[in-house]
């Protein structure tokens, strides 16, 4: 790509979000941190500071807590992240989940990277979220029209254009939300093709549709983060359908088979109808923000 320049980790800050993590995320942070020069994290666990994150701040001098206690979501703490960036002269905003980690090879291809993207027009650059087996040599990126948070590299001079996160959508949407702004106004959302991340996306779940018959495995997430998936989908679909109208039928299809998984084969399936119900009725009644107490 044109306007190649020179980066190192001086150059680059993160953030990682927490919601009662478990102590294998601080392998995970260890996967990155050399590529960075601050980390900051939010913990999102509604309850006094959790005992991982005293000992990420003891071990680490370039982690930073910016708040804890409360869930105050995740566009939220990417916000405060990109704020904290933009005051310290970062560039780039490394997004991370608690459960995704890098290879230590894929890592410094990715990173590596950086030095070839032109920084005038690349809003995010991602890795793959599919392992491949024979992934080497330089990063090869596509552009897209939107990428998941995890693991992308946000060029924090260009939130001045995009503007930041949607904190009316709280958590679930808020990326997709964010890159398809990026598309309309003419920048590049660009993932590799051939450099992934590791990543976990719900909870593998066995459920069966009839009396143990039927019997089906696949990723589930739980009742109240289906209400934000289907909520926030449908904003999604209103909001962009004419500027990404093939986008907008994939993603309605793709909550379709989320939801239908859920009430044919979860074991809670009249509490995914209800809160699938409430979802509806509040994106109908124009109600955003954190209103099932997740």
């Not at 939220?76 to 608690?98: C, F, P, R, V």
Request: glycine share 6%; hydrophobic share 35%.
């Amino acid at each position: 790509m044109p306007g190649a320049n020179r980066l190192n980790n001086r150059t680059i800050c993160g953030i990682i979000t927490l919601y009662a993590p478990p102590i294998s995320c601080v392998d995970n942070i260890e996967t990155y941190l050399s590529y960075i020069e601050r980390l900051y994290i939010v913990d999102n666990t509604p309850s006094p500071r959790h005992p991982i994150t005293p000992e990420l701040l003891r071990k680490y001098p370039n982690i930073e807590l910016l708040s804890c206690g409360q869930n105050i979501g995740i566009a939220a703490a990417l916000n405060l992240a990109i704020n904290k960036g933009l005051e310290n002269n970062y560039s780039w905003l490394l997004t991370m989940d608690q459960d995704s980690y890098f290879d230590a090879d894929q890592a410094k291809r990715y990173f590596e990277s950086l030095a070839v993207i032109d920084e005038s027009r690349v809003a995010i650059l991602s890795p793959s979220h599919e392992n491949r087996p024979n992934a080497s040599g330089a990063c090869v990126y596509e552009k897209k029209d939107e990428v998941m948070t995890s693991g992308n590299l946000l060029n924090l001079s260009l939130t001045r254009k995009t503007g930041v996160f949607n904190e009316a959508l709280f958590i679930d949407s808020v990326d997709h939300d964010y890159c398809l702004r990026a598309n309309l106004l003419g920048l590049d959302v660009v993932q590799a093709v051939n450099c992934f991340i590791c990543h976990t996306v719900g909870q593998e779940y066995s459920g069966s549709f009839f009396f143990g018959l039927k019997r089906k495995t696949f990723h589930i997430h739980s009742p109240k983060r289906m209400y934000f998936i289907v909520r926030n989908g449908l904003y999604i679909s209103k909001t962009y359908r004419h500027a990404f109208p093939v986008y907008t039928k994939y993603l309605q299809k793709h909550i379709h088979s989320k939801i239908s998984k859920c009430i044919r084969y979860s074991d809670q399936r009249w509490l995914y109808i209800r809160f699938v119900l409430q979802a509806c009725f509040d994106y109908l009644f124009n109600r955003y923000g954190n209103r099932v107490g997740i």
